[in-house]
């Protein structure tokens, strides 16, 4: 079936640090790629996507790209703030049978970023 | 603009006594999915609707239904809450169809205390 894989955390940065938080997949085929993000008491918000391989997912001074070749999605952000504190959940996408979609998700990494 | 509400946003229950809660949705989606999310764990799919065909995981307790009485809203009901039913619970709405029509747009969550 499939599955994600996510890095533990918590993951502590100070602000201004540069972020990475690693993904990797295991899939049928070439799933839909995304990164959800939650806000302490507060539900899920799609932070970005990515379709088909070699795409580059984009929000808010995140990125993700999608790599088939080594099936990873690592989110990546150049200079984390305070207000980037949050858990991070990876997930893909597959079809289920009825017309929807279900959402695979990693274990969340939460992210802690200091002054 | 609201585009999936969920209410309450807290929910006291007794131990035994039946709960509903409430999602609603301004974006018109053929498909809503109702979540369970434990604390520090990923969101656990229960069920989905499409349009108003019932979906249920195979994992999902009998304790747990849903009602989708139109378009707009869908309903959770936990027949008889346990101890271990406490969680955020999530509603996600999404066109459904395509991988990429499949982005899930969720609400923020009712959290549930069972005392």
């Known amino acids: 079936g499939n599955s994600v894989t996510q890095m533990e955390g918590p993951v502590t940065l100070s602000e201004e640090a540069f972020l990475t938080i690693n993904c990797t997949y295991t899939?049928?085929?070439?799933?839909?790629l995304f990164w959800y993000v939650q806000y302490p008491g507060e539900g899920l918000q799609l932070l970005l996507k990515?379709?088909?391989?070699?795409d580059k997912g984009s929000n808010k001074g995140f990125e993700a790209t999608y790599r088939k070749e080594t099936t990873s999605f690592h989110l990546e952000k150049g200079s984390v703030q305070v207000s980037d504190s949050a858990v991070y959940f990876c997930?893909?996408?597959?079809?289920?049978?009825?017309?929807?979609?279900?959402?695979?998700f990693g274990t969340g990494t939460q992210l802690k970023v200091e002054l | 603009d609201a585009m999936v509400i969920q209410n309450p946003r807290y929910q006291v229950t007794q131990f035994g006594k039946p709960v509903t809660l409430s999602c609603s949705q301004t974006?018109?989606?053929?498909?809503m999915y109702w979540y369970q999310q434990k604390s520090s764990q990923a969101p656990k799919l229960l069920f989905h609707?499409?349009?108003?065909?019932?979906?249920n995981e195979a994992d999902t307790p009998d304790n747990f239904q849903s009602r989708r009485p139109n378009t707009s809203f869908c309903f959770l009901d936990i027949r008889s809450p346990g101890l271990g039913d406490a969680a955020m619970y999530l509603c996600?709405?999404?066109?459904?169809?395509?991988?990429?029509?499949?982005?899930?747009?969720f609400g923020p969550g009712t959290r549930l205390t069972v005392t």
């Open positions: 996600a709405t999404s066109r459904g169809l395509t991988q990429i029509a499949g982005e899930q747009y």
């Open positions: 899939a049928t085929g070439y799933p839909s």
């Open positions: 990515a379709t088909k391989a070699d």
């Open positions: 997930a893909l996408i597959s079809s289920l049978g009825g017309g929807g979609n279900k959402l695979t």
């Open positions: 974006l018109n989606h053929n498909v």
């Open positions: 609707y499409y349009d108003k065909d019932f979906n």
